[in-house]
């Protein structure tokens, strides 16, 4: 796996423990895989 798919996911956490909120902003769509991948639901 490349870095940033190890690095992305531990900075939106930390994002998200630190203010509780997290706005992910993508109109294109381009991390919309990355996303459903890496937080599955």
Do not use: N, S
Not at 9 to 23: D, F, N, S, T
Not at 27 to 33: A, I, K, S
């Amino acid at each position: 796996m490349h870095p940033f798919h190890d690095y992305l996911p531990q900075q939106l956490a930390e994002m998200l423990k630190k203010r509780g909120i997290l706005v992910f902003y993508d109109p294109r769509c381009e991390f919309e895989q990355f996303v459903r991948v890496t937080w599955k639901k």
